[in-house]
């Protein structure tokens, strides 16, 4: 089979091929149809259809006789600990976990916030909730309290599960307390909370509200798995927009179903007993779909990685795990390998370790810079696949389908669309553009199975900021390109929105923070090119007129305010106070002409600005932090 021949017969007939796709989903009553489009441009997937998550990702394994299977392997160089979960141990817990819920009154669509770190109890809560039909909201435990207190206001969770603390190298870090914090804080309370206590750092329990992990499931009726409809939300992700209020996204339960393994098999050539590894953290959408669900639903082992992929303690610790688990694909972030070839620049640690079983290297989350894509096919002489997506969508919009076809890898792009995703490019007015130019890059609904049908809270949000700039399209907020064969390339986002690390971050959320300090009267956040990272903040402060505190001061408030307010995972470390900001005489702040003189590119001067001596200032106090300081990786 042809990647084309798939392609066209999506094409052909959308209908046809994705209810063929649902055929390899384990019903309690499947669809009658697809798509359901009456409501459009609200499309919806196996509306109709009854059926469980968790018996998909576990259950239906067992009783095909892969009970002794490792369902899920635990790897923490931090702990030292390696320990498997077969099918059967995870089914169990699951179950009791759920009947647990169940029995503290959680129902079908109730939400649970789940704060945890990289431990298999942070899938195991994500599934527990999947069997009963709760709705999870998993935060990543590199966020602060404050973030987690507005999601709780925003989901409104019945419960929280987390864990006493994380481990970061060097570093305990107290989830614990930051969850108390957050409940302070927020205006919703939810009702109770399971926490899970783990040796290096046993929490203070708040008596009557919050219960340790294993009391709270002793002597429980294990539950059964729930059948909820097929546009039933399973989860609700938030991620960062442009304002400080983050989205949350909703996934619903059978088009989820239906993509993920549609892709584990099509996308990653992943099938029941073979060993995937995506090496990202369960508090964001990789971690959702490929950590915990993809690989789980398509019977498969996942790993669950506390570690980072240099100083825990080597830069070995990546391929070291993929040989001692036989990793057939492995998933990461380019940063992750821009970090390890920082410190094994020859490759000398992968030569250690014997990665026979090794087919494949998938990477996304960010723009694969060249050097690194091509230093990683030389070490480990495997395909290195570079594929686009977003939390949005869940899974991948573009890259190149192993499991059908190896297209031949242009570096640089993550490859071609997939089936379901009719990607154009489009110029401002909406209109397609030539292969080879520059423009937004925009989907036709409807958006496959497995994609966001809203977001929680917030229809207007959702047609506003993704279905109203383009009437037709869903908007990516990306920009790039398309060749003459398809091929997408990535340049850049359309908004105020960065990458750093991998991790996507709002600017506008930073500004919100630094305008916040007493001494600040105005200030712009601008995501600034760097090797390791892709991007890091900048943070440019006006201070109002009489404030006679040290700028040096206030720049640290400013760090430690982010820091406190967003979490560590904002890495905001560079801040300078300057007099007045770059604007458009309608006062709009030029951010992307500050972003292009911190990189060092050249810039057009705006047509609408308002005193172009400012960017001189701006570059100045660019200068004093060491910007530029190299041409950006991706450039
Ligand atoms: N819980 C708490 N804190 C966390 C955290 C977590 N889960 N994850 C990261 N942090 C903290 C880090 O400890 C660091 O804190 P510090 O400022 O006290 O040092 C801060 O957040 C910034 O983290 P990060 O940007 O990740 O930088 P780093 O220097 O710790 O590590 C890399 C650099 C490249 C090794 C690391 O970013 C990495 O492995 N990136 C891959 C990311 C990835 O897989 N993303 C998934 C997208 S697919
Ligand atoms: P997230 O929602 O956190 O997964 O971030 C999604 C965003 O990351 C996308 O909109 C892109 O801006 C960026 N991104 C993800 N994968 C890639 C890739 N392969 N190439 C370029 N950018 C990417």
């Given at each position: 089979m042809r990647y084309k021949d798939v392609r066209d017969a999506w094409k052909a007939d959308p209908e046809a091929f994705w209810m063929q796709a649902a055929d390899e989903i384990s019903w309690d009553r499947p669809p009658s149809k697809a798509l359901f489009d009456a409501d459009h441009p609200n499309y919806e997937w196996f509306s109709d259809g009854m059926v469980n998550t968790c018996w998909n990702a576990v259950d239906r394994h067992v009783e095909a006789g892969r009970g002794d299977q490792i369902a899920i392997q635990h790897e923490s160089p931090i702990t030292h600990a390696t320990k498997g979960v077969t099918y059967t141990e995870l089914r169990d817990r699951v179950a009791t976990l759920a009947g647990a819920l169940k029995m503290r009154g959680i129902e079908k669509g109730d939400r649970v916030i789940i704060y945890m770190p990289m431990i298999p109890e942070a899938l195991i809560a994500m599934l527990a909730c999947a069997r009963i039909g709760a709705i999870h909201c998993v935060v990543f435990g590199g966020f602060a309290a404050a973030e987690l207190a507005v999601r709780i206001d925003d989901c409104t969770p019945k419960a929280i599960i987390a864990a006493s603390c994380g481990l970061e190298p060097g570093r305990v870090v107290h989830y614990k307390p930051l969850v108390d914090a957050a409940i302070d804080q927020a205006q919703h309370k939810p009702e109770f909370c399971v926490i899970f206590q783990r040796e290096q750092e046993v929490a203070k329990l708040t008596p009557g509200r919050d219960f340790s992990w294993h009391g709270f499931q002793y002597g429980v009726k294990a539950a059964d798995c729930i059948p909820v409809e097929g546009?039933?939300?399973?989860y609700i992700l938030y991620t960062s927009g442009t304002t400080g209020q983050p989205k949350g996204v909703v996934r619903h339960t059978a088009g989820h179903l239906v993509a993920l393994q549609w892709s584990m098999k099509n996308i990653y050539n992943i099938e029941a007993g073979d060993r995937f590894w995506a090496a990202s953290d369960v508090g964001w959408v990789v971690g959702h779909s490929y950590i915990c669900y993809g690989p789980l639903i398509a019977g498969a082992t996942t790993v669950v990685f506390e570690g980072k992929p240099v100083g825990t303690p080597h830069p070995g610790a990546f391929w070291r795990t993929i040989q001692n688990m036989r990793i057939k694909s492995f998933f990461t972030a380019p940063t992750a390998l821009r970090a390890i070839r920082r410190e094994d620049p020859k490759g000398e640690w992968i030569k250690r370790y014997k990665l026979h079983d090794l087919q494949a290297l998938f990477l996304a989350g960010e723009r694969a810079d060249p050097d690194t894509i091509k230093w990683a096919q030389e070490h480990l002489n495997v395909p290195v696949i570079d594929h686009w997506w977003q939390t949005e969508t869940g899974w991948a919009i573009a890259a190149n389908p192993l499991g059908i076809e190896r297209l031949p890898v242009k570096i640089g792009s993550p490859s071609v669309a997939m089936p379901g995703y009719d990607v154009r490019v489009l110029d401002e007015g909406g209109h397609v553009v030539k292969s080879g130019t520059l423009g937004a890059i925009a989907i036709k609904?409807?958006?496959?199975?497995?994609?966001?049908?809203t977001l929680w809270n917030a229809q207007d949000r959702f047609r506003t900021s993704y279905l109203q700039q383009f009437p037709g399209y869903y908007e990516t907020g990306d920009a790039g390109y398309m060749d003459d064969d398809g091929y997408l390339y990535i340049m850049a986002r359309t908004d105020d929105v960065i990458n750093v690390a991998g991790h996507r971050l709002s600017t506008g959320a930073m500004e919100e923070v630094l305008a916040?300090?007493?001494?600040?009267a105005e200030c712009a956040v601008i995501g600034a090119a760097d090797p390791l990272k892709g991007q890091v903040p900048i943070g440019f402060v006006c201070l109002n007129t009489g404030t006679t505190k040290p700028h040096q001061q206030i720049i640290q408030d400013c760090v430690q305010m982010m820091r406190d307010q967003?979490?560590?995972?904002?890495?905001?470390k560079l801040g300078c106070v300057v007099d007045r900001l770059p604007k458009t005489r309608s006062g709009k702040i030029l951010r992307a002409t500050m972003a292009k003189i911190a990189d060092g590119e050249p810039f057009r001067m705006p047509a609408t600005i308002d005193d172009p001596a400012i960017l001189d200032e701006v570059s100045m106090a660019l200068r004093a932090l060491g910007y530029p300081n190299f041409k950006g990786h991706a450039a």
């Open positions: 546009n039933h939300p399973a609904l409807p958006l496959p199975p497995g994609t966001l049908p916040a300090h007493p001494d600040v967003i979490g560590p995972v904002a890495a905001f």
